[in-house]
Structures are given as C-alpha cells and as structure tokens.
C-alpha cells in the first residue's frame, strides 16, 4: 500500500511515492533549508522531467550517517539513480536526481598487491565506493576508486569553532604507508585552507606518492604543511608514519586522500580499485583502521553495513540534481 493516502512518503515507498504522488506532497516533506533555496513549482517540474520513460523504481540499497538514512533506486531500464534521505522523523534532507553512471570494466581492475588504509587509528569513510553517492571522486578516472577519510565522533568531524583546522578531529593525525615502497614525489610547502575554502590551484596539496611493486603507485594527499618527514628516494616500510594529516590544496576540511593508480602522473593515471590486506572493501560511512600485515594470499572480498550522508544543494537543470544542505563543508572536491 502507498504511504501517499496518507500524504505523508516513508523511505520504503519512495520509488513508488515518486513516480505516482503529487511532487507536492514530497515537497512538503523536505527540510526548511531546501524549501528556500528552490520552490514547489521548480521542484515539481524537476521531477516531471526526470519521471519522463520511467515505468518504474526498484530499492537498491540503504545506508546511513550523520544521523540520516539515504534509500538508493535505480529505474528498470537502469538509466536514472535517486538518492534521498531522510531523518528520524522522515523529514527529507537529501535528494539527488542523476543520469545512472557505472564503468563496469574498471571497477573490476584490482591492484595486484594488498594494501592497508594508511592510519594508524580508527577512521571514517566520507567518500567510498562504486557510484556517485558513494564516492564523488567515481567520475574522474584518474581518482575513481579514491578514498577519502576523517575521524568521526557524535556524528561530527570537529568540534566548537569549524572555521579552525586544529578543532578537526582529523587535524595533525598521522598518516602512514600503506604498503611498503620508494617514494617518487613530495610537495610540502602548500598552506593549510580555512575551513570552507579550497585551493584549486594545487589539488592535491601536501601530498606523497609512493612506488610499490608491479608498478602501483600510492597518492597520500592533503597533509599539513611542512609535516611530512620523508624525501624522494626514501625507503618506506608498510605503517612507517610519512607525515600529519592537514587540509591543503583542494580540500574543504581536514582528511586524507588515498589511491592506488598506475602511473604518478595526478593527471594521466588511471585509479585502481584496492585489494586491503584484511579481506574488506571499505565504502562510505565504514569505520577503517590500518589492517593487519600484508599477506600476498587471495582474499575474499566483503562489504560491510552500507551508510552514506548528505551534502550541499546544487540545483542543475540539465540534469535534474538535486542536493540539499546539512553536513557543513562535506562535498571534498577532486582530491
């Protein structure tokens, strides 16, 4: 039975809900920040455009942070992705109309070695996995299979004042090898941002890449300035701690970036989805640490509870997106 003789949508009836009720009664339910930043009538119109050739939407999976649990459907004809979320008392704080995107063939490209996360703490995943609600980066080839990474508590990554790095929790951890390897690269000049600005003009900030075998390359990005303790050319062993996790370059908050990639080249290389000594593939809104020791022995690979969060608003005709606003500077951008 449909929630709309109710008038009021719940999140196992969404994908039916959407395509059948009134876009009103949906509208109705979104958060006061949504409703001032786009009105009924775009809104109602977003959604006719998108419904357009859709028979129907199938529940792929759910997942859950920062206090929201997000409903993933896929149209049957597997050419349009909903994302929407909701809070404890259903209240809508996250929707997101886009085009299905996958590349099926890369996302079986594994490296061939095993890695490790590169921490020596219990991280949060912010960005991970095989989609676009996962992982912002799975658009850019270069960062497909990137992992993003903060420390967590109470459903936040700071405390009091945001506009200060040292109030991240993230803010001057340690960042380690992943895997043992030479290192072929280091900036460590790069100024750490504010909160909630980005510098474009070094993506990756502070960063190290490391050489390992069979010609894998791993990107550690977004230290603190001058914190890093190693040079090119350096031995590094699996764990060895490379520097302080920082917020430079084009980074909105404290995090690390991690990859693995085929080349050192930010630009040309193509990213690798990582085989994790421990058996896991972390996605989005797991709890990561560091891993056993590297075992070059096959593994079985496991997803562990899928959770996900919510992000800005951005409004794009073209292609009917639609975000709204709650966890404060949380879309990181390229790197």
Not at 114 to 120: E, R, V
């Amino acid at each position: 039975m449909s929630s709309s003789l109710n008038n009021f949508v719940t999140p196992e009836n969404f994908g039916h809900d959407f395509l059948h009720i009134k876009p009103e009664t949906i509208y109705k339910q979104c958060s006061e920040d949504f409703k001032d930043l786009i009105t009924s009538q775009q809104f109602k119109e977003l959604i006719q455009t998108f419904n357009k050739n859709v028979k129907s939407y199938h529940f792929l999976q759910t997942t859950s942070i920062g206090g929201l649990n997000q409903y993933l459907w896929l149209d049957t004809r597997k050419k349009k992705y909903i994302c929407v979320a909701f809070d404890s008392s259903n209240t809508i704080h996250r929707l997101l109309l886009k085009p299905y995107l996958t590349y099926p063939k890369s996302d079986q490209r594994y490296t061939k070695k095993f890695y490790n996360m590169p921490i020596n703490a219990e991280w949060f995943v912010f960005w991970g996995g095989k989609n676009e609600f996962l992982n912002y980066h799975y658009a850019y080839e270069s960062q497909r299979y990137a992992y993003d990474l903060v420390i967590m508590k109470d459903n936040q990554t700071y405390e009091d004042n945001h506009a200060r790095n040292e109030n991240y929790f993230a803010f001057n951890q340690e960042v380690v090898a992943p895997d043992s390897g030479t290192v072929v690269k280091v900036m460590n000049h790069v100024p750490d941002n504010i909160p909630g600005e980005m510098n474009e003009q070094a993506p990756a900030g502070n960063h190290v890449i490391l050489k390992h075998l069979n010609n894998e390359y791993s990107l550690l990005a977004h230290f603190k300035q001058h914190s890093i303790t190693v040079k090119k050319g350096d031995q590094v062993k699996q764990g060895q701690v490379l520097g302080l996790c920082g917020n430079s370059g084009n980074s909105s908050e404290p995090h690390i970036h991690f990859q693995v990639m085929n080349s050192p080249n930010l630009k040309k290389c193509k990213s690798r989805c990582i085989r994790f000594s421990n058996g896991v593939e972390p996605i989005q809104g797991d709890l990561v640490r560091e891993g056993p020791l590297f075992y070059n022995t096959a593994i079985t690979r496991s997803r562990s509870s899928d959770k996900l969060e919510s992000a800005e608003l951005i409004v794009l005709l073209g292609e009917a997106l639609i975000t709204i606003p709650r966890f404060i500077f949380s879309l990181f951008k390229t790197f």
